[in-house]
């Protein structure tokens, strides 16, 4: 074998370990998309700012307002996720300013109240993949499964978040009148 085969057979060979690695911990990394559109259900652009996050492992985002007051979405470790997965912590997290959540005191965690709100965001998000990038469905519950996994989510939280993201996604209309709905039942329009 020629030094040049066997350097190239050397170099691929440790691409794939190295590649295959960084999957197995949930550390591939991927490009960045775009932020979608999103305002608040007062009508108010909402900023998106990316944050890097050394120790995660997994994307994340989080819907608040910044101390002046801004609607914002904090987007963590997105390059740890594929775009569809990407795609939906957008779409979740500006579900929270959509319907309001931002503006309200938050639940205690665990609460039925707040495994409400994230039931709630899941299923505007899963909404907005139908309506702007339903190729992308196979690809969000992926993403859901990985990520809860190397979180450490039991199975059963697991598939009870998918069960109800894959239901929303079946049997809802728009996310523009699922949002209406929240809004009304909450009182929040």
Do not use: W
């Amino acid at each position: 074998m020629m030094r040049s085969q066997r350097i190239y057979k050397v170099a691929y060979l440790s691409l794939v370990i190295m590649t295959s690695d960084s999957l197995a911990t949930g550390e591939a990394m991927h490009s960045v998309i775009a932020p979608p559109s999103c305002s608040n259900n007062q009508g108010e652009p909402v900023l998106f700012i990316s944050r890097s996050g050394l120790q995660g492992r997994v994307a994340a985002g989080m819907a608040n307002r910044d101390t002046d007051g801004t609607p914002v979405i904090y987007r963590m470790n997105y390059d740890k996720a594929t775009p569809a997965f990407q795609r939906f912590v957008d779409f979740h997290e500006c579900a929270h300013h959509q319907v309001g959540h931002v503006d309200q005191l938050h639940p205690p965690r665990n609460s039925f109240e707040h495994l409400m709100n994230e039931s709630i965001a899941d299923c505007v998000a899963i909404l907005r993949v139908r309506e702007e990038a339903n190729e992308s469905f196979d690809g969000v519950i992926e993403g859901l499964k990985t990520a809860m996994a190397l979180v450490g989510f039991p199975k059963i939280s697991t598939d009870s978040r998918i069960s109800n993201v894959t239901n929303c996604y079946q049997d809802h209309g728009s996310s523009a009148e699922f949002i209406e709905s929240v809004l009304n039942q909450s009182g929040a329009n």
